[in-house]
């Protein structure tokens, strides 16, 4: 078996793990990051771009995205197989598509864990802009991929693709507002 950096494929074959384990990994990096108690402040220090949301909407909002993206993979594991090899006659194709989504998959949510560490725990909004960048180019080929072999996984994705669009500008905008200085003041002050 080829190494990859997928995640065990009984994380994808069960609904309850599919949809718990990037929900509470999310969730663990939220605390680890807000553990010292400053992210709170540090947001409403933030000058913020037009349409910035209420800092309580964020947790409910990545517990909806974190368990669509989770029952996409789940769903896709399923759906996805079927597709290719009923369509196909090479079960190695099957399996290498697979591999190829499970991949983007699992890099797509190391990627969005890493956004905040970069965001707030190293206050360093252009790296994490570059983060979200390369986890919207992730995105886009993992849903690609599921274009092709289950459109159902394709379609729960599209809120969190456009959740990602509207990071980006947030990120961006505080960027920008903010001269890429989060909790200090800029050099040229």
Not at 144 to 161: E, G, N, S
Request: glycine residues 8%.
């Amino acid at each position: 078996m080829a190494w990859s950096i997928a995640l065990p494929r009984e994380v994808f074959t069960s609904p309850i793990l599919s949809v718990t384990a990037p929900t509470t990994v999310g969730m663990l990096v939220g605390y680890l990051v807000n553990r010292a108690g400053k992210t709170k402040g540090t947001y409403k220090s933030l000058h913020k771009p037009a349409f910035y949301p209420p800092a309580w909407l964020f947790a409910p909002m990545w517990t909806v995205l974190y368990g669509a993206m989770g029952y996409a993979a789940h769903h896709a594991t399923g759906a996805g197989y079927s597709a290719l090899t009923s369509s196909s006659s090479s079960s190695t194709a099957a399996q290498s598509l697979g591999t190829n989504w499970e991949t983007l998959y699992t890099t797509q949510l190391a990627l969005n864990y890493l956004w905040m560490p970069l965001f707030f725990g190293l206050r360093r909004p252009a790296w994490a802009l570059a983060d979200i960048l390369l986890l919207g180019g992730n995105v886009a080929a993992l849903m690609q991929t599921w274009w092709k072999t289950d459109r159902t996984a394709f379609w729960l994705m599209v809120p969190y693709a456009g959740w990602l669009a509207f990071a980006t500008y947030l990120n961006a905008g505080v960027g920008v507002l903010n001269k890429w200085t989060i909790g200090e003041k800029p050099k040229d002050q």
